[in-house]
């Protein structure tokens, strides 16, 4: 496996870079993000070994079960599952950003967590940009506001806007929501919210993603081969 693996990295690293030069964007501002349920933790250290640093999972499960194989090798780990209130305590051992804050009881008992163990945590704000209900995530015509309440607790430090792109070979579809993020984004920094990063774009749509602003794509099929379940299942945040 670690052949395609490092051969896969390169085929992307390539996407990102042509994208970028299309969109007038510097390479370096785009970060490759590896999306890694349900992959093996060896398969993840090949990518690691190969120079990749920022993984994201899903779930505490996988992130207690690969924290020890992993740590042998730095890098950052962010967690893009949905954000369950009982499950804060045991995330925010294992990651140093929250990927899907997107309710203002959880934002609360997250601050509440952080000031009992002393410690911040960067978060990105998860919008539902397609307006799917099988996705979590603040509508767009809320997030402002949203924004503005999770602001003021200090002990989370907002650092951008995630969103995932509607799942569809339409492509006029996927990209409006990945601009609807990126508005969203400019009318927040119109605001004075430290917004700045963008997490949007997977295997199939990181182009797109990128030329509407992306900071970070999320990667995973394209990189480890196809998984046993549909695209869907890596995004149903109930799994």
Same mark, same amino acid.
């Given at each position: 496996?670690?052949?395609? +693996?490092?051969?896969?990295?390169?085929? +992307?690293?390539?996407?990102?870079?042509? /994208?970028?030069?299309?969109?007038?964007?510097?390479?370096?501002?785009?970060?490759?993000?590896?999306?890694?349920?349900?992959?093996?933790?060896?398969?993840?250290?090949? /990518?690691?070994?190969?120079?990749?640093?920022?993984?994201? *999972?899903?779930?505490?499960?996988?992130?207690?079960?690969?924290?020890?194989?992993?740590?042998?090798?730095?890098? *950052?780990?962010?967690?893009?599952?949905?954000?369950?209130?009982?499950?804060?305590?045991?995330? +925010?051992? &294992?990651?140093?950003? +929250?990927?899907?804050?997107?309710?203002?009881?959880? /934002?609360?008992?997250?601050?509440?967590?952080?000031? &009992? *163990?002393?410690?911040?945590?960067?978060?990105?704000?998860?919008?539902?940009?397609?307006?799917?209900?099988?996705?979590?995530?603040?509508?767009? *015509?809320?997030?402002?506001?949203?924004?503005?309440? #999770?602001?003021?607790?200090?002990?989370?430090?907002?650092?951008?806007?995630?969103?995932?792109?509607?799942?569809?070979?339409? /492509?006029?579809?996927?990209?409006?929501?990945?601009?609807?993020?990126?508005?969203?984004?400019?009318?927040?920094?119109?605001?004075?919210?430290? #917004?700045?990063?963008?997490?949007?774009?997977?295997?199939?749509?990181?182009?797109?993603? #990128?030329?509407?602003?992306?900071?970070?794509?999320?990667?995973?099929?394209?990189?480890?081969?196809?998984?046993?379940?549909?695209?869907? &299942? &890596?995004?149903?945040?109930?799994?």
């Amino acid at each position: 496996m670690t052949l395609p +693996i490092r051969d896969n990295l390169n085929d +992307i690293q390539k996407r990102i870079k042509n /994208a970028c030069m299309r969109s007038n964007r510097r390479f370096k501002e785009v970060r490759l993000l590896l999306a890694t349920k349900t992959v093996s933790a060896e398969d993840i250290l090949v /990518a690691l070994r190969a120079g990749e640093t920022l993984i994201a *999972e899903n779930t505490v499960q996988e992130l207690k079960q690969k924290h020890g194989p992993l740590k042998t090798i730095p890098h *950052e780990t962010h967690f893009i599952g949905h954000l369950q209130s009982n499950k804060i305590k045991e995330v +925010i051992k &294992y990651v140093s950003c +929250i990927q899907s804050l997107d309710r203002l009881s959880t /934002a609360q008992k997250l601050q509440n967590r952080l000031e &009992y *163990e002393d410690k911040t945590m960067d978060v990105f704000l998860q919008i539902n940009t397609s307006y799917e209900e099988s996705k979590f995530g603040i509508p767009p *015509e809320n997030a402002l506001e949203f924004a503005k309440q #999770v602001h003021e607790f200090d002990r989370i430090l907002i650092k951008g806007l995630m969103t995932i792109g509607l799942l569809s070979v339409q /492509a006029g579809k996927v990209r409006k929501c990945f601009r609807l993020l990126k508005d969203i984004q400019q009318n927040m920094l119109d605001q004075g919210l430290p #917004v700045k990063e963008l997490s949007m774009g997977m295997s199939s749509d990181l182009e797109m993603a #990128v030329e509407e602003g992306a900071t970070i794509v999320r990667v995973g099929t394209a990189i480890f081969g196809r998984r046993p379940y549909p695209d869907s &299942y &890596y995004w149903n945040e109930n799994t």
